[in-house]
C-alpha cells in the first residue's frame, strides 16, 4: 500500500494539483484582501460611505451590551443570529474578481500557446486501398 501510495504521489498530475491549490489559496488571500480593503472601501465611498459589512438583519435577541451596535463582526461572536447580506455582497464581489482573473490568465494562455497541428482527416477505406494497389503496381518490375 505504501508503494502505490508513492506511485500515486510522484505523478506529475497530482503534484501540479498540490501547487495549484497551493497558489489558489494564496491568491484567494489576496483577492479577499483586495476586495475587503480596497475595492468595497472605495464603493462604499463613491456611493456616500456605505460599509457592505455593516449590512445584515438580526434574527436574534441582541444583548443589552451590544445593543444598537452595527458590528456585524463583534455581533456574530456573541452569537446572534445574522443575515448577513453584505458579507454575502463582499463575497460574491470576490468570487467575480476571482473568475475575472482566471478568465484573463486562460485567454492569455490560450493565445501564448502554440496551436497544435490539427490532424488530417481520415481518407475513405476505398481511397487508402486504392492508394495501396497503386503503390504496389508502381513496385512492380516492369510497371
Sequence with gaps: MIQEFKTFIARGNVL???VAVIIGAAFG???TSLTEDLLMPLIGWIFGGLDFSSYFIALGPIPDKLAGST??????AAGVPLFGYGAFVTAAV???IIAFVIFLIVRAMNRAMPKAPEAPAAEPADITLLREIR???QKRPGA
Aim: hydrophobic share 60%; no cysteine.
Design 16 to 18: 501540479d494539483l498540490a
Design 29 to 31: 488571500k489576496i483577492v
Design 71 to 76: 458590528d456585524y463582526a463583534a455581533l456574530k
Design 94 to 96: 470576490n468570487f467575480a
Design 135 to 137: 503503390d504496389a503496381l
